[in-house]
C-alpha cells in the first residue's frame, strides 16, 4: 500500500480508462495527471460546476449518458 499509485499505469493499457472529475474538485489534478501518463485508448471528463462529493449525489450533474455508453462500447 506504500507505493506511488501511479507506477503501473502503463500496464492497463489496452483496456479502456474513463477519467469523470469535478471542475473544481479538489482531486482533478490527480484525474489529470492519471491521463497524461495513461496509454490509448482514454477519455477524461470533466464535469462544469461540480466538486468531488458533486459527483455522488448530485443526480442532475453525474454524467450517466457517458457512463452507459462507456460500458456498452468496453464491456
Request: proline share 7%; no cysteine.
Amino acid at each position: 500500500m506504500n507505493m506511488p499509485l501511479l507506477s503501473y499505469i502503463k500496464e492497463i493499457a489496452p483496456r479502456p480508462i474513463l477519467l469523470i472529475a469535478g471542475e473544481d474538485a479538489h482531486s482533478r489534478y490527480f484525474s489529470e495527471d492519471i491521463y497524461k501518463a495513461a496509454a490509448e485508448p482514454k477519455e477524461l471528463m470533466i464535469i462544469p460546476n461540480a466538486n468531488h462529493v458533486d459527483l455522488y449525489d448530485r443526480m442532475n450533474i453525474i454524467a450517466f449518458d457517458k457512463l452507459e455508453a462507456f460500458f456498452r462500447k468496453n464491456l
